[in-house]
């Protein structure tokens, strides 16, 4: 049942909350395309954005710093459609796949669908990793207020695991939702709705 329901669309707006970063070329600019990206799709739009924070590089080969933040969307996709519009954003913004874990223009991440739990081939909520990584968690809490994981346990709590939290530098507010001309004048986190 859980397979065929990650397929299905919604039958009202569901909040899904997203992570992004990426740490080739411009990178404010290209997370600011990627927001605005998924903000232009028919089916989502952006609700929020967090601050931008700067990390280091986890697994893979040496490489510059990241730059991430998270957004959370309410989306009439899928969680299954609600990748493949993550994907098709990555590969809009030069996305290529070459190595795992590898240097990249952008990668969009769904870390979390309302309280879903999907286990498909391609597709993990929450995402697997989620509750390992300061980067995701810090910048999901900004957007997820009073969310909690689909166990139960609050995100402060599961951030409050990982203390000490280091090597996570905030940057600034420069990433927004509605910036890409569309003229919503949605609000970031934290901001009037």
């Given at each position: ?70 957004v959370r969307v309410a989306t009439r996709r899928s969680p299954v459609a609600l990748l493949a519009l ?33 286990r498909l081939p391609r597709l993990e909520i929450p995402h697997p990793r989620l509750l390992e990584r ?60």
């Open positions: 049942m859980r397979r065929l329901s990650a397929r299905l669309p919604p039958r009202v707006e569901q909040f899904a909350f997203l992570g992004l970063g990426g740490n080739l070329g411009d990178r404010l600019s290209i997370l600011q395309r990627a927001v605005d990206l998924l903000d232009a799709d028919a089916r989502t739009r952006v609700d929020a954005v967090s601050s931008v924070y700067e990390t280091a590089p986890v697994g893979g080969p040496e490489q510059g710093d990241f730059l991430n933040l998270a993550a994907n098709a954003v990555e590969s809009a913004l030069g996305r290529v796949r070459v190595e795992r874990w590898g240097p990249r223009a952008v990668d969009v991440d769904i870390l979390l669908y309302g309280e879903r739990v999907v300061a980067f995701a968690l810090v910048p999901l809490v900004e957007v997820a207020p009073g969310q909690r994981l689909p166990d139960g346990r609050s995100l402060p709590a599961a951030l409050a695991a990982l203390a000490p939290i280091e090597g996570l530098t905030a940057v600034g507010t420069q990433v927004v939702a509605g910036a890409g001309g569309a003229g919503t004048g949605r609000a970031r986190a934290g901001g009037p709705t």
